[in-house]
């Protein structure tokens, strides 16, 4: 059973930075597709930051803001998101891509002006 768990969410002033962690966990998901997704209240989920092997892409933007990292001998990832701003605010998803699209729970980042 695949499970996908997040953390490291919380409130933030603008300018300042936070880094999120997923950890997903039922097989070795080395080599799939892992990242970051977001949502705002009466919006879609959009795309934040993927990685499979050394390859990553990103959102426009949040690009040359946020990095995302993995570290294969846990099974995570990692989104470190620097010079934060207030339309950042949302809640960040994890998810893992094998055969289909495994979620975690979410957690929100609030960034205030």
């Known amino acids: 059973q695949v499970q996908v768990v997040e953390s490291g969410g919380g409130l933030v002033q603008s300018g300042g930075s936070l880094t999120l962690s997923c950890t997903a966990s039922?097989?070795?998901?080395?080599?799939?597709?892992m990242g970051w997704y977001r949502q705002t209240p009466g919006k879609q989920r959009e795309p934040v930051a993927s990685?499979?092997?050394?390859?990553?892409n990103y959102a426009h933007p949040v690009k040359d803001r946020f990095t995302i990292s993995r570290d294969n001998t846990k099974n995570a990832i990692y989104l470190r998101m620097n010079s934060l701003k207030p339309e950042d605010t949302a809640v960040y998803y994890c998810?893992?891509?094998?055969?289909?699209?495994?979620w975690g729970q979410g957690t929100q980042v609030t960034v205030s002006s």
């Open positions: 990685i499979v092997d050394d390859s990553t």
């Open positions: 039922g097989r070795d998901f080395s080599h799939y597709p």
């Open positions: 998810y893992v891509l094998f055969l289909t699209y495994y």
